[in-house]
């Protein structure tokens, strides 16, 4: 299964409701932010997309007015996502 690094930007309308989600899923490098959080982390899984969406939807589950800025790495390729909806790729580097 391949590895992913990913950088992301949380925010949130009610960061105190998606706080738990946020500690659960990463338990290291997460920084808090005005409204919101800073993720750098790593997981598993079979695309990036696959991840974002389960992230985003285990973040929405606790507040639906949650946005994600995703920039997931893997194999030298760079993924970005906002939300739910892929803003392209690039090399890596």
């Known amino acids: 299964m391949p590895s992913f690094h990913l950088i992301a ?3 949130s309308n009610a960061p105190d409701r ?3 989600v946020v500690t659960r899923l990463f338990p290291t490098g997460v920084t808090e932010t005005p409204g919101g ?3 750098e982390a790593g997981l598993e899984g079979d695309s990036a997309r696959e ?5 985003l ?3 929405r589950r606790a507040e639906k007015r949650t946005r994600l800025r995703a ?3 893997s194999g030298g390729t760079i993924e970005r996502f906002f939300d739910y909806v892929p803003k392209g790729s ?3 580097g």
């Open 57 to 59: 939807s285990e973040l």
């Open 18 to 20: 998606v706080r738990p």
């Open 37 to 39: 959080f800073h993720i």
């Open 9 to 11: 930007d949380v925010s």
């Open 71 to 73: 920039a997931w790495t």
């Open 51 to 55: 991840l974002n969406r389960m992230v």
């Open 90 to 92: 690039r090399p890596a």
